[in-house]
Every structure is written in structure tokens, then in C-alpha cells.
């Protein structure tokens, strides 16, 4: 890698990052663990999610017997 090209790299690096930070800040942050509370209410992802964690469970306790 020429210089030239690593001082490109770390250019796009930079602002990547900065684009990064932007967005961070603009997140709420968490005070408290009832701050999470409610999060993934009507998430059908969460909810398939918890489904599958629940079918896994269930079929690794059904083994162990």
C-alpha cells in the first residue's frame, strides 16, 4: 500500500468514525435497567427470537432426559 492510499484509508476511516459518533449521539442513553422495559413490544423479531430460544430450551431439556 502506497502512502498515498493509506492516508486515503485512514481519510475514510476518520469520517466513517465521525458518522458513527453523529449517530450515538442522537441515541437515548439508558439510566437504569427499567429504562429497557417495553423495548421490543410488537417486534416480530424479538418475537421470533424468544420463540426459537424457547424451541431450543425445550428440545435440550427433552434430551437431557
Known amino acids: 500500500m502506497t502512502l498515498e492510499q ?9 469520517r466513517q468514525v465521525a458518522l ?3 449517530k ?3 441515541l437515548r442513553p439508558l439510566g437504569s ?3 429497557t422495559f417495553g423495548m ?5 423479531e ?5 420463540r426459537l430460544g424457547r424451541e431450543y430450551r425445550d428440545q435440550a431439556n427433552a434430551e437431557d432426559k
Open 6 to 14: 493509506l492516508e486515503q484509508r485512514v481519510h475514510d476511516l476518520e
Open 24 to 26: 450515538l449521539k442522537s
Open 46 to 50: 424479538f418475537d421470533e427470537i424468544v
Open 33 to 35: 435497567v427499567q429504562d
Open 20 to 22: 458513527l459518533r453523529q
Open 40 to 44: 421490543f413490544a410488537a417486534d416480530a
